[in-house]
């Protein structure tokens, strides 16, 4: 089986169970070099969002700019990618992006006189659906008196250009007790459902394959 006719009859995954976090596929007839490629595709080559710049107007807390901005960047965001453009593909080909390639949130903690954990859930998106996974993950703790209020950027990458970007948190291959047939379990971030995990990464694989296919037909012409 080449990888064209996998991408045609998809019969060869066969989904084992699935949640909102995990999805073990079984994989039947798929040489072991392709199901390799779908793994580590799943894992840091499907894209999803990230804060990627942070503009910081006012931090007064006891964590310095680059860590508050390090910590804005890990935290998941929920992806849709139906609506957005990778930077590179954007029509706009602008280094400050659009609105088609970029989105903007908002972190302003105001003033407060008693100690508090600043938590994701104050993290203001412009798009709703561009948004932190979960409301409950922690940013940095305020003193009385201490302020933090910056703007961020999210922006559309991938796993292989930085861990913040990666799609899923583990991707992992195991073999059966049964002759070609394998195991593909992948845990999602968050950012996107592990089942649109799977399918971007076969048509990511595929459109790679492609790519190299033609890169080779060019060096014998």
């Not at 994989?27 to 894209?47: D, H, S």
């Not at 453009?85 to 908002?106: A, I, Q, R, T």
Request: aromatic share 4%.
């Amino acid at each position: 089986m080449d990888f064209e006719d996998f991408i045609q009859d998809l019969s060869s995954l066969e989904v084992i169970s699935k949640d909102n976090q995990k999805i073990s596929l079984k994989l039947k007839g798929v040489p072991l070099q392709y199901a390799n490629a779908l793994r580590r595709v799943c894992l840091n080559g499907v894209p999803v969002f990230a804060i990627d710049t942070v503009d910081i107007i006012e931090n007064s807390s006891v964590l310095p700019d680059e860590g508050l901005a390090h910590r804005l960047g890990l935290i998941p965001i929920k992806t849709d990618l139906s609506r957005f453009n990778e930077p590179s593909k954007c029509d706009c080909h602008s280094e400050s992006g659009c609105s088609n390639c970029k989105v903007m949130l908002v972190l302003d903690s105001g003033d407060s006189d008693v100690t508090r954990t600043i938590l994701s859930e104050e993290l203001s998106s412009e798009d709703e659906s561009i948004s932190p996974i979960s409301t409950k993950i922690p940013i940095v703790e305020l003193a009385p008196g201490q302020r933090v209020k910056v703007e961020c950027y999210a922006r559309l990458g991938r796993g292989t250009e930085h861990a913040k970007w990666n799609s899923a948190n583990t991707s992992i291959l195991t073999e059966t007790d049964k002759e070609d047939e394998r195991i593909l379990t992948i845990e999602s971030t968050g950012a996107l459902d592990p089942k649109q995990i799977v399918l971007s990464g076969v048509e990511e694989v595929g459109n790679r394959i492609a790519q190299f296919k033609e890169a080779i037909n060019q060096i014998n012409e």
